[in-house]
């Protein structure tokens, strides 16, 4: 049973997911399928992963109900410049058939909109069209800047966590402020599933390196949404909650941060988004 955690807004959220950021048309019924079938409820697309509508499609087959279900989408930079988020929201929402999201985030904090973003976004709350709001992607002082304008908190701050990329003061900040932290990349696209330490860990816990790497995570109240379009690995993402990590080793995963990003800044962003 995969465990959930209690958002500042009182609603529920399922702390594992699945990313599917990449998952390709061909491949939406069968992941979707299969994590269902292994207990995932939350799903995280995102407008500029162009995978919207078949995702919304494979959910709608997937046999479960509506309200068990936790389904997350982005409002990108493009949106934030124009200004126009409702806009941006219904056109998510027709994509993917639906009546209302559980949670709709910014996706970057684009210099200059984000704030002005942040307020479109709370007054679409009123609409009922999204129940929760969070962000991606930010720093201590965009969170700061968005509680100097605005009494509504994210419930969520989705940003790369893994045991080579740990950020552990804004986690701290994060998780300090009521905001649940949700980590992208999970697994690192891969980038420690050899890694000798992950490696020692798994043989010693009978688990799998991308196991230990996101029950790490977990023990730690982080949020998890790996991808995977793979029926096998999907199963073996979700199957971390009959063990757990003595402290010493956490200890241990914790030291391993090597601030390794492997979601970069997107293009568009790269010269004016400043940390
Ligand atoms: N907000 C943001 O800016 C942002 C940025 C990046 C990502 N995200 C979100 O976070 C999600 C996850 O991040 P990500 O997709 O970048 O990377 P990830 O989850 O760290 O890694 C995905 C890669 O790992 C492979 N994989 C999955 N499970 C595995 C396992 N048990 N053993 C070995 N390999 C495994 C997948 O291949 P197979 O599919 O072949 O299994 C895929 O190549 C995205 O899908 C997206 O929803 C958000």
Redesign the pocket.
């Known amino acids: 049973m995969i465990q959930t955690v209690t958002l500042n807004n009182g609603r529920t959220m399922p702390l594992l997911?699945?990313?599917?950021?990449?998952?390709e048309n061909h491949?939406a019924q069968h992941?979707v399928s299969a994590a269902v079938k292994a207990g995932y409820r939350l799903f995280?697309?995102?407008s500029v992963?162009k995978n919207e509508e078949i995702i919304g499609r494979a959910l709608s087959r997937c046999g479960i109900p509506r309200d068990r279900l936790f389904i997350?989408s982005?409002i990108w930079n493009t949106a934030q410049r124009l200004a126009d988020v409702e806009g941006a929201l219904d056109r998510s929402l027709e994509r993917l058939k639906l009546d209302y999201i559980d949670m709709y985030?910014i996706?970057?904090p684009v210099p200059g909109c984000y704030l002005n973003t942040w307020t479109a976004m709370a007054d679409l709350l009123e609409s009922h069209k999204v129940l929760s709001l969070g962000v991606?992607?930010f720093s201590m002082q965009n969170l700061e800047e968005l509680s100097s304008i605005s009494g509504i908190v994210p419930v969520v701050n989705?940003?790369?966590v893994?045991p080579l990329c740990y950020p552990q003061k804004l986690i701290e900040y994060c998780q300090s402020r009521g905001i649940v932290v949700q980590?992208?990349?999970?697994?690192?696209?891969?980038a420690y599933?050899d890694h000798d330490v992950l490696c020692v860990l798994a043989t010693k816990y009978a688990k799998?390196?991308?196991?230990i790497g996101l029950r790490w995570a977990v023990q730690k109240g982080i949020s998890v949404?790996?991808?995977?379009?793979?029926p096998a690995?999907?199963v073996?993402?979700a199957d971390l909650w009959n063990f757990s990590i003595e402290p010493e080793d956490m200890q241990i995963l914790d030291s391993l941060n090597a601030d390794l990003h492997?979601?970069g800044i997107p293009e568009d962003l790269i010269d004016i988004l400043h940390y």
Do not use: F
């Open positions: 997911g699945l990313g599917v950021y990449k998952i491949q992941a995280d697309t995102a992963y997350t982005k985030m996706h970057w991606c992607n989705q940003i790369e893994h980590a992208y990349a999970p697994l690192a696209r891969g599933l799998t390196p991308a196991q949404i790996p991808k995977s379009a793979n690995r999907i073996q993402n492997t979601s």
